[in-house]
């Protein structure tokens, strides 16, 4: 797997590694589609790198999914990351080219990391689910993002828990509601504990953060509440990197920070 440092046009091409691998090596999934708790967790090879989970996951049929996605996108960096992200799953960008975050959230997560000072290429970087789900409306070309349910997010969840298993990270963050309610349990609301390092529920990560989904920046309704959710997200990106300084204690993928951006006063929490 790629050392740290490595850059995202390397981690790139071996994804594209190992898609081919899946097509041409073929490990197969035996079983036909199931939706239950934990499905993948059969298409999931005992003791696997890294790298044989990515390719492992591109024949994963353990829920629907697969027949809407182009491909699976499973998460990618460096496998001793010190920070994993975790978002909700792929869009329409990311089905296409099979990685994580490489359309409009992740320019603007792209930019949120190097203002704190991290290195993207530094960072393994996720979904809760592996696949795109998506719906057309009316007759628009466009295939828009659908939320995925608890049954899709239960049957895809052993291959993110593999990846943690894997990387033992220094901290997980989560990106949105529906990574923090994966992680951190159904009652967890970002809008009362974003931006909060809490210890992790999970053995194989020392602490989780929750902060907003990019995507959630993106669509604020006007300039000026767009303008704010970028700076709270700014400064939450801003607190990982803090974190990291101080719990570590050391600064391998933590550069020295611009100033922290001013993120007006949040206002009082109200349930996510
Ligand atoms: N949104 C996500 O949650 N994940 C991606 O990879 C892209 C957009």
Redesign the pocket.
Same mark, same amino acid.
Not at 218 to 234: C, I, K, N
């Given at each position: 797997m790629a050392p740290i440092g490595t850059s995202l046009a390397a981690l790139r091409g071996d994804m594209a590694a190992r898609r081919e691998g899946s097509a041409s090596g073929a490990k197969r999934p035996a079983r036909a589609t199931r939706a239950d708790g934990g499905a993948a967790a059969e298409w999931i090879p005992a003791g696997a790198s890294l790298a044989a989970l990515g390719a492992a996951a591109m024949g994963c049929r353990a829920c629907h999914l697969w027949t809407l996605g182009t491909q699976t *996108?499973f998460g990618e960096g460096p496998a001793r990351a010190r920070v994993m992200m #975790?978002?909700?799953?792929? %869009?329409d960008?990311?089905d296409r080219e099979g990685?994580?975050? #490489?359309?409009?959230? %992740?320019a603007l997560l792209a930019e949120g990391l190097a203002a704190a000072g991290l290195d993207r290429a530094s960072i393994y970087?996720?979904? *809760?689910v592996k696949h795109f789900k998506w719906e057309r409306v009316g007759r628009s070309p466009r295939r828009i993002?659908k939320k995925p349910n608890a049954a899709e997010i239960r049957a895809c969840r052993p291959w993110l828990d593999a990846e943690i298993d894997r990387v033992r990270p220094s901290m997980i963050v989560c990106? %949105?509601a529906?990574?923090a309610q994966a992680l951190l349990g159904r009652s967890f609301r970002v809008t009362g504990q974003r931006g909060i390092p809490l210890p992790s529920p999970i053995p194989a990560a020392r602490a989780v953060m929750a902060t907003v989904?990019?995507?959630a920046v993106l669509r604020a309704p006007d300039a000026a509440t767009r303008e704010r959710a970028r700076a709270e997200f700014f400064a939450d990106l801003h607190a990982v990197a803090d974190h990291l300084r101080t719990a570590d204690g050391e600064s391998g993928g933590v550069r020295a920070p611009g100033p922290a951006p001013t993120a007006p006063p949040r206002p009082a929490p109200r349930s996510a």
């Amino acid at each position: 797997m790629a050392p740290i440092g490595t850059s995202l046009a390397a981690l790139r091409g071996d994804m594209a590694a190992r898609r081919e691998g899946s097509a041409s090596g073929a490990k197969r999934p035996a079983r036909a589609t199931r939706a239950d708790g934990g499905a993948a967790a059969e298409w999931i090879p005992a003791g696997a790198s890294l790298a044989a989970l990515g390719a492992a996951a591109m024949g994963c049929r353990a829920c629907h999914l697969w027949t809407l996605g182009t491909q699976t *996108v499973f998460g990618e960096g460096p496998a001793r990351a010190r920070v994993m992200m #975790v978002g909700e799953q792929p %869009g329409d960008q990311e089905d296409r080219e099979g990685a994580p975050f #490489v359309g409009p959230s %992740g320019a603007l997560l792209a930019e949120g990391l190097a203002a704190a000072g991290l290195d993207r290429a530094s960072i393994y970087v996720t979904n *809760v689910v592996k696949h795109f789900k998506w719906e057309r409306v009316g007759r628009s070309p466009r295939r828009i993002h659908k939320k995925p349910n608890a049954a899709e997010i239960r049957a895809c969840r052993p291959w993110l828990d593999a990846e943690i298993d894997r990387v033992r990270p220094s901290m997980i963050v989560c990106l %949105g509601a529906t990574a923090a309610q994966a992680l951190l349990g159904r009652s967890f609301r970002v809008t009362g504990q974003r931006g909060i390092p809490l210890p992790s529920p999970i053995p194989a990560a020392r602490a989780v953060m929750a902060t907003v989904h990019p995507s959630a920046v993106l669509r604020a309704p006007d300039a000026a509440t767009r303008e704010r959710a970028r700076a709270e997200f700014f400064a939450d990106l801003h607190a990982v990197a803090d974190h990291l300084r101080t719990a570590d204690g050391e600064s391998g993928g933590v550069r020295a920070p611009g100033p922290a951006p001013t993120a007006p006063p949040r206002p009082a929490p109200r349930s996510a």
